[in-house]
Antibody, heavy 118, light 109 residues
Framework: QVQLQESGPGLVKASETLSLTCSVS????????WSWIRQPPGKGLEYLGR???????NYNPSLKSRVTISVDTSKKQFSLKLSSVTAADTAVYFC????????????WGQGTLVTVSS | QSALTQPASVSGSPGQSITISCTGTTSDVGSYNLVSWFQQHPGKAPKLMIY???KRPSWVSNRFSGSKSGNTASLTISGLQAEDAADYYCCSYAGSYWVFGGGTKLTVL
């Protein structure tokens, strides 16, 4: 059974960079896309971006200039960096797996709340 | 890019059927057979219920079904049960990224 687990600081100061890591267990990291999705408190889901196991990445056009997603296959981890954060970036951040054949989010981490403080 | 349009809420009694709509555009829902539906209970991660417009993962009951016509996708839940009460989100691939709907709160009366 594939499991994903997010980790990282729960509090980030405004204008700084948010950094999170997702650890993958119970399955291969190869031949999949790995993505980040967030959900502001009481609101809907927003796709942030994805990285392929070979390192190629793609981002939500509305956030492209601030988002970087990378992968470390040796550690079975992938990471999110979101720069110049503001209060609007306060959200639960989820990592998720995307099978390249079906292009959906089939397994999700439990999510981690990141609060941006002023 | 704009979010997909879902009704804010729907409700039904146990045993009944309900349908949640999800309207997009020719750039997303109408261009790809890649609409997914997710169920989310409070404080939990979303759970995949439907993918590729109508396919069910092995862990999903056949009471859940998906369909699509043009730019509008639909999720139907038959034989409503109390545990179906949750938020439901549609999602469509849009060429190089995904776009989500705003979510629909299902109340089981």
């Amino acid at each position: 059974q594939v499991q994903l687990q997010e980790s990282g600081p729960g509090l980030v100061k405004a204008s700084e960079t948010l950094s999170l890591t997702c650890s993958v267990s119970g399955g291969s990291i190869g031949n999949y896309y790995w993505s980040w999705i967030r959900q502001p408190p009481g609101k809907g889901l927003e796709y942030l971006g994805r990285v392929y196991y070979n390192g190629s990445s793609n981002y939500n056009p509305s956030l492209k200039s601030r988002v970087t997603i990378s992968v470390d296959t040796s550690k079975k981890q992938f990471s999110l960096k979101l720069s110049s954060v503001t209060a609007a970036d306060t959200a639960v951040y989820f990592c998720a797996r995307v099978p390249s054949g079906s292009l959906t989010f089939d397994y999700w981490g439990q999510g981690t709340l990141v609060t941006v403080s002023s | 890019q704009s979010a997909l349009t879902q009704p804010a809420s729907v409700s039904g009694s146990p045993g009944q059927s309900i349908t949640i709509s999800c309207t997009g555009t020719t750039s997303d829902v109408g261009s790809y057979n890649l609409v997914s539906w997710f169920q989310q209970h409070p404080g939990k991660a979303p759970k995949l219920m439907i993918y590729e417009d109508y396919k069910r993962p092995s862990w999903v009951s056949n009471r859940f079904s998906g369909s699509k016509s043009g730019n509008t996708a639909s999720l139907t839940i038959s034989g409503l049960q109390a545990e179906d009460a949750a938020d439901y989100y549609c999602c469509s691939y849009a060429g190089s990224y995904w776009v989500f709907g705003g979510g629909t709160k299902l109340t089981v009366l």
